[in-house]
């Protein structure tokens, strides 16, 4: 983990890291978790919280609850990196089987797939939008343009891996970071506190889905990647530095971010409908237009780290799910997948955030009925995991492990079931099971307990019933 490594394309891809490979110290963590997070997205992310129709301070509460839990889900399944030297979804096997790990693997490549894909299309629109600020061509050339540069960023960085995120990571926390606080100083002025704080409160179901939706934008958005990045630092590293690490360099920047972007919203009702349409973009009208370069810079940066680690881990899911290729080529795989999502949201996709909300809630369902299983199954573990065993289905991890397979389709059908999304049509089938708290239209809808649901059943029924067979997988001599 160290900068002077020579940068070359990393060949491995679901290989466990040897121990002369691995090398640094858990406060490392810090610049690609930072770096992913640091995207003034997290200013948007206020006006989505709001949306919900609750007050200020009911949005600071859930921000900080929500950010700050499920990015130390992240830095508990972190700790499987260290203790086995592998990628999440390779780990993920010791709990669901070598090959009855296909099932979450799939699921986690289309949840990293899809981020990586969102994450180029608001790069490619607050491009647009800023270049028609500034008078130049902000049609279909500038989009065009546009994406090509944040494809290749992404695309170039996934398919080198690890030393060249390593290093891209680094310079995205600095620009970005610097030419944020910039930003913030110059919008200040248009926070108005009288606005903010006549805001009035919403009900405790609107809060538990403001709740939700951040806990499925930010953490549960990263657990199925949250080893990847810990499985290179020596076996000795400390536990607590990796969860303390991974927590905090991923939450600092959406915090403080989600806090001025509550600020923003709630001082101006045109803004806050503005970002629905363009959740980037619209940030600029409040910007002097000589600022509107740097702003350019920083939206495609911020978006573009995490793009580029969501690219590198799906490429390893796609891996784990069964798929036989070199690790670029995965990642080459999934480049070409994401420039053709960013085509369809650009062009053709309409109104971004009920489509967005949509897409976290939905496979935020299984995802966390897996994170649930992989914590339960991390917490019950003594020893490092045996690795020559997560590649034999006849090794001690086995083939395929049906309970905790159908721990997470149980989970899934009940929370598909307890969660609404009205504004994204092809959802409309979800909410089956609310008819006893008022169906798809009562005070329960929009609150999205499927993924709290999915997470608890996950973790207590693995926590529970799988405490014999981790033993006894264990006590199988090496």
Not at 23 to 46: D, M
Not at 68 to 86: D, H, M, P, Q
Not at 355 to 369: N, R, S
């Amino acid at each position: 983990m160290t900068a002077s490594r020579r940068l070359e394309v990393e060949t491995n891809g679901l290989d466990v890291i040897d121990d002369a490979e691995r090398r640094g110290r858990p406060r490392q963590l810090f610049w690609p978790w930072f770096g992913a997070n640091v995207s003034v997205l997290g200013l948007s992310y206020g006006s989505f919280t709001l949306g919900f129709g609750i007050s200020f301070w009911q949005a600071l509460v859930a921000g900080l609850v929500g950010i700050l839990f499920s990015f130390l889900l992240c830095g508990f399944v972190a700790i499987a990196g260290k203790r086995g030297s592998a990628p999440t979804m390779l780990l993920s096997r010791a709990a669901f089987g070598v090959r009855g790990n296909r099932l979450p693997s799939a699921i986690s490549w289309l949840l990293t797939v899809g981020w990586e894909t969102v994450l180029a299309a608001l790069a490619t629109l607050a491009t647009a939008t800023v270049f028609e600020r500034l008078g130049w061509s902000g049609g279909t050339p500038t989009k065009v343009i546009a994406l090509v540069v944040v494809a290749a960023l992404t695309v170039v960085a996934g398919v080198l891996g690890f030393d060249a995120i390593m290093k891209l990571q680094t310079w995205i926390t600095w620009i970005t970071g610097v030419l944020t606080v910039v930003y913030v100083v110059l919008v200040a002025g248009d926070v108005h506190w009288a606005a903010v704080s006549a805001l009035p409160s919403g009900s405790a179901q609107q809060w538990v889905g403001a709740l939700v939706f951040l806990m499925t934008g930010f953490g549960l958005g990263w657990v199925n990647a949250a080893a990847d990045y810990s499985r290179y630092l020596p076996r000795s590293a400390s536990s607590r530095g990796v969860v303390g690490w991974t927590t905090f360099g991923a939450s600092v920047a959406p915090v403080v971010l989600l806090v001025f972007g509550l600020l923003l919203a709630g001082s101006s009702p045109d803004l806050n409908k503005a970002i629905a349409a363009d959740p980037i973009g619209a940030l600029t009208s409040l910007l002097p237009l000589w600022f509107l370069v740097p702003f350019a810079i920083v939206a495609v940066l911020g978006l573009v780290g995490g793009a580029v680690l969501d690219i590198y881990s799906s490429g390893l899911a796609l891996l784990s799910a069964g798929v036989r290729i070199p690790r670029p080529a995965a990642a080459l795989v999934d480049g070409v997948i994401m420039i053709l999502g960013t085509i369809y949201i650009v062009f053709f996709g309409g109104e971004f955030l009920g489509q967005f909300q949509g897409f976290l809630v939905t496979l935020g369902v299984p995802v966390a009925a897996w994170c649930g299983v992989m914590l339960a199954d991390v917490l019950l573990r003594r020893r490092d995991y045996a690795e020559p065993d997560l590649f034999d289905p006849a090794g001690r991890y086995g083939d395929v492990r049906w309970f905790p397979i159908a721990v997470v389709a149980v989970c899934t059908v009940l929370g598909w079931g307890l969660v609404t999304n009205s504004s994204a049509a092809w959802l409309g089938w979800q909410g089956y099971l609310l008819g006893p708290v008022g169906g798809r239209e009562g005070a329960w809808a929009y609150a999205n307990l499927g993924v709290l649901v999915s997470l608890l059943i996950g973790f207590t029924g693995t926590l529970l019933l799988t405490r014999s067979a981790i033993r006894a997988q264990e006590s199988i001599p090496a």
